[in-house]
């Protein structure tokens, strides 16, 4: 599809639409919530592209396609405007995204403490990943307190900051990165 035009000029005045049409402001919860999330999939976007050929690249490929329907339902107010079916992700995919984190974590050696960010540079764009996840987590929990948001879409961004959490260390573990762990100054 060719984007003809690029610019709208509806924006100027800090006003946005919503899927549907809705007009509202850019400073909203709902956009903060979405504008989150399509900033977790640019970062996740770097992250592809650092992984080369490794074999989880089709995997953040993947989840950056689900996160596009996660924007689409959190861009959708549905007090006015019905779902389409682009707001929903495939049927499974929190499932799918667990037994994938549980056959990762298999691979790992057994947890030794808490670890600090770091690493190789696809380990730490990891990361960078998981904690702009968790933010959009807390955007679209400050969402759902004032508007409808699919309890899936809360389940597969709260799963997603996990797969990033152990992706990280599973790409640590297989470039022979040793990772740093924490060390509690208060003992």
Known sequence: MKITKVYTRRGDKGKTSLVGGVRI????????AYG???????????????????????????????LFNVCTHLATDQSQTPLPSSAHLPEGETAWLEQHIDELNRRLPGRMGFILSGGCQA????????TVCRRAERRVA????????????????????????VLAKIINFNEGVQEILWENACK
């Open 142 to 165: 400050a969402l759902a307190e004032v508007a409808v948001v699919g309890a899936e879409m809360q389940q597969y961004v709260n799963r997603l900051s996990d797969y990033l959490f």
């Open 123 to 130: 380990a730490c764009q990891a990361h960078i990943c998981r």
């Open 36 to 66: 989150t999330v399509d900033e977790l999939s640019a970062q996740l976007g770097m992250l592809a592209t650092l992984l080369g050929n490794h074999e989880e690249r089709q995997v953040v490929i993947r989840v950056q396609n689900n």
């Open 25 to 32: 402001s850019k400073s909203d919860t709902r956009l903060e």
